[in-house]
């Protein structure tokens, strides 16, 4: 790791446990082992250093978000890998979503950081509700706007079924936040929640007697 990175993720622990304003240079270098003055030859100061832990942030976000979504094709090519995307694999993104919200240290410190600070700064409210509720709604709207677009959702308004689907994934976060010890339990849940909400919302396929059976793939 650079020490540029140490810098980075040595300010974010002290943020996320201290609060922002209540963190110095100083500390952070020291935390690092580092003497001030060579801080700065990384960044120009506080800010500087967190405006790069967002910036980090939003890179790893971003890239993880690409592994997991389902490639936007034509609508016939999206019939095609959505007749291939079972409960089974939904439950998985899922699951991988939880994993890395929880584990990855700069997202889920971060998170931390936004929900201590969001009482006492404008401008991280909006950016709590910006990276730890807007993406992740902004993420499944689109998908199951496409979903209703390739005939497997019933066409509703993809933007409430989106806030269905996510509460539980949010309460849940916030719950292994502050009880590390029910990740397991609640990931459980959550995937009994992905499947009932599927059966719930998912258009019934035809067999080939001409009756209708709800699917369990979407």
């Known amino acids: 790791m650079s020490t540029r990175e140490k810098i980075l993720l040595a300010a974010l622990r002290l943020f996320s446990r201290r609060g922002y304003d209540a963190v110095s240079v100083e500390q952070i270098a020291q935390a690092v082992g580092i003497r001030a003055p060579s801080l700065y030859k990384h960044f120009k100061g506080k800010q500087d250093i967190f405006d790069a832990i967002l ?3 939003a890179q790893r976000y971003a890239a993880f978000t690409g592994e ?11 019939r095609q890998t959505f007749s291939r995307l079972s409960a089974d694999a939904l439950v998985e993104k899922m699951r991988a979503l939880v994993a890395y919200s929880l584990h990855d240290e700069f997202v889920s410190q971060l998170r931390r950081l936004l929900t201590l600070e969001q009482f006492r700064s404008p401008e991280l409210s909006a950016l709590c509700s910006q990276r730890c509720v807007t993406q992740l709604h902004d993420y499944h709207t689109a998908l199951f706007t496409r979903l209703m677009d390739a005939g497997f959702l019933r066409r509703e ?3 409430v079924l989106a806030m269905l689907y996510d509460a539980p994934v949010l309460v849940a976060l916030g719950e292994c936040d502050r009880h590390p010890e029910r ?4 990931t459980r849940q959550l995937e009994a929640h992905v ?8 258009v019934p396929a035809q067999t080939d007697a001409g009756t209708s059976e709800r699917k369990e793939s979407v």
């Open 55 to 57: 910036t980090e942030t």
């Open 68 to 78: 997991i979504s389902v490639p936007a094709g034509t609508p016939q090519e999206d």
């Open 157 to 159: 308004d993809p933007a």
């Open 183 to 186: 990740e397991a339990e609640l």
């Open 195 to 202: 499947r009932l909400f599927y059966r719930t919302f998912a």
